[in-house]
């Protein structure tokens, strides 16, 4: 399969030279077809001897590729390959390879907290399903709050039972992301909440605070702002990872960072009212998403 798409990707770039891609890949040595149900292999990047000649062959033009693009020179021999897996692994954290292409590899002692979509070819269940999640799930500060992962196979029950195996078997809900409509449409929970619509929110930002008002005057008015454009932000920072919010975004680019600003500027005001010992009781639950 590693092969399949390695192969694919390179003769999508050649056809299009518009479109390039720095792609890498890595697989473990251990005999992929052998295991049973998505169990995954500790893996071990040191050892080449379980690696047929046809896959070594294969993987040495591969390495060779990334030669090239970054101009190192490693190879399928032990100690270079142990240098080539971190070298991978550095670039991928820095952010240097576009899409790295895997097979049982950078599932345990491996954080980039940068990495934003897997996507998953294979039959995961259990521990190697959460291992091969958590791999995109590492939290950013406020700009990643989540990661995306797409399952070109139906994972849901797999996914399900992994989640109630090991963690709660009432988080699914919070866990996994729900449609693009809910967020953006609105939506009623489990629990009977109701979640507003993205459209009310913007309804109410424009109608409530005007950017053709020069301020927003007293506290309980900038307060209310705070609320209002932090719960924006949030519901935004989720609408994002959807293609179709793109062409649906109904604030524009300028509005944004006009309002952006004006939070930002809130937020250092009250900072300043904290500093100076001049809070009231209405800022215990301030909380600023930025």
């Known amino acids: 399969m590693v092969k399949l798409y390695y192969a694919e990707f390179k003769q999508q770039m050649k056809e299009d030279p518009r ?19 998505g169990i995954l292999d500790e893996e071990n990047p040191e050892d080449t001897s379980a690696l047929d000649q046809n896959s070594r062959d294969f993987l040495e033009q591969a390495i060779q590729d990334y030669n090239e693009t970054f101009h190192t020179n490693y190879d399928t021999s032990s100690d270079k390959f142990q240098n080539y897996y971190k070298d991978v692994s550095l670039r991928m954290k820095n952010r240097e390879i576009d899409l790295l292409i895997v097979v049982n590899m950078f599932l345990t002692g491996f954080d980039a907290t940068t990495l934003n979509t897997l996507w998953v070819d294979k039959n995961l269940k259990m521990h190697g399903l959460i291992q091969a999640f958590s791999r995109t799930n590492r ?6 709050s989540f990661g995306n992962i797409v399952c070109f196979r139906n ?15 009432s988080s ?3 866990i996994l992301l729900r449609s693009f409509k ?7 929970d ?3 909440k109701q979640h507003p619509r993205y459209e009310d929110l913007i309804e109410r930002l424009t109608n409530d605070f005007p950017l053709s008002e020069p301020k927003i005057v007293g506290e309980q008015a900038e307060k209310d702002f705070i609320s209002l454009f932090g719960a924006i932000l949030r519901m935004r920072n989720i ?10 975004d109904m604030l524009s680019e300028r509005d944004l960072q006009d309002y952006l600003g004006r939070y930002q500027d809130l937020r ?3 900072n300043e009212r904290r500093k100076r010992g001049e809070s009231s009781d209405i800022e215990d639950d301030i909380v600023f998403e930025v």
């Open 190 to 192: 489990d629990d009977h």
């Open 19 to 37: 479109q390039q891609l720095k792609v890498a890949i890595i697989f473990s040595y251990g005999a992929n077809e052998a295991e049973t149900g």
């Open 139 to 144: 939290i950013l500060n406020s700009v990643k």
């Open 268 to 270: 250092d005001e009250w």
């Open 182 to 188: 809910d967020y953006f449409s609105g939506y009623v």
């Open 239 to 248: 609408l994002s990872s959807f293609d179709e919010f793109q062409n649906q």
């Open 155 to 169: 994972l849901q029950k797999r996914v399900d039972r992994a989640i109630a195996r090991f963690g709660d078997e």
């Open 172 to 174: 699914g809900g919070v």
